[in-house]
């Protein structure tokens, strides 16, 4: 689903990895560790600017409008799915078979009530829960996340990573909880420095081993 070879990536000019070779097959779940700065932003950048018709996008900063409603920066995820005229339709009335989904998306992660409150509004936990609940809404084969439950508890991160693990047949997040990545990933990818010092099966790996990609 997902390749790269030999690449070179970054922003502006300016390289962050170095020399990147990379293939991530349908049915994976994959999670990137390491510390701040170690690159995991910028290939789940590289990711989906070069197979974004393939995944479904969490990412670091969000990616939602403030100004609009839980409702409507849900219901952005299926846009392309529906002519401009319905698309606008919802803006200003949200039709009754949009609604209904939406809200039992947003009741699984304590949503529920917020449905038509701005997303400017709502704390840092529920905003990336809007987030989530956008990718879900949206669906197709791949989900990738930058950082996707950073905002939240352990049971509610929890809740996340198995809805993902559930409805998505691919799914590569950067995290920073290792044991969490431990948990729902079957393969740990490491950077650091700019490389990847680290791609192993998870079912070989325990945290002891990824220590080493935090140490200065």
Known sequence: MFHLKNENLGY???IVLRNISLSISN???VALVG???AGKT????ALQTRFQLKAALIPQDMGLVRNLSVFHNVYMGRLNRNPTWYNILNLFIPQKKEVKPIRALTQQFNLGGKLYQRVGELSGGQQ???AVC???FQGGNAVLGDEPVSAVDNLQAQAILEAFCKNFETVVLAMHDVELALKYSTRIIGLREGEIVLDW?????KSDDLVFLYAN
């Open 201 to 205: 099966p998870v079912k070989d790996l």
């Open 128 to 130: 990336q829960r809007t």
């Open 134 to 136: 956008r990718a879900l």
């Open 27 to 29: 049915g994976e779940r």
């Open 12 to 14: 502006k000019g300016d």
């Open 35 to 37: 510390k701040s700065g």
């Open 42 to 45: 910028t290939l789940i950048s």
